[in-house]
């Protein structure tokens, strides 16, 4: 069955830097486009990043775009997002996703699997 694992999470100061990984399984990795979203305590579910099936194509919105990157490794069946200059409205928990298409989509709506999520706790 589909499965999607987190890690990486963990404490970090702000301006630090952290990678999250997500090790999929279940499925044919190179067909999906894959989001990162986060949910803070009280707050929706945000959308980080989005990358379509090959790698080429990716989309973060406003709050993080300079800050984070999105990349994937096909051979591998992982997913990353690299957050660098991270601040401390950055905690949230972090969501690994599958998109129900190959191309870059940015709604939890589209998403037709989750991860459990890695905590990213951001200190001043």
């Known amino acids: 069955q589909v499965k999607l694992v987190e890690s990486g999470g963990g404490l970090v100061q702000a301006g630090g830097s952290l990678t999250l990984s997500c090790a999929a399984s279940?499925?044919?990795?190179?067909?999906?486009?894959m989001c990162w979203f986060r949910q803070a305590p009280g707050k929706e579910r945000e959308f980080v990043a989005a990358?379509?099936?090959?790698?080429?194509?990716?989309d973060y919105p406003n709050s993080v775009k300079g800050r984070f990157t999105i990349s994937r490794d096909n051979a591998k069946n992982l997913v990353y997002v690299q957050m660098d200059s991270l601040k401390p409205e950055d905690t949230a928990v972090y969501y690994c996703?599958?998109?129900?298409?190959?191309?870059?989509?940015?709604?939890?709506?589209?998403?037709?699997?989750w991860g459990k999520g890695t905590l990213v706790t951001v200190s001043s």
């Open positions: 996703a599958r998109s129900r298409n190959s191309g870059v989509t940015t709604t939890p709506i589209d998403m037709d699997y």
């Open positions: 279940g499925f044919t990795f190179s067909r999906f486009a």
């Open positions: 990358i379509n099936w090959s790698g080429g194509t990716t």
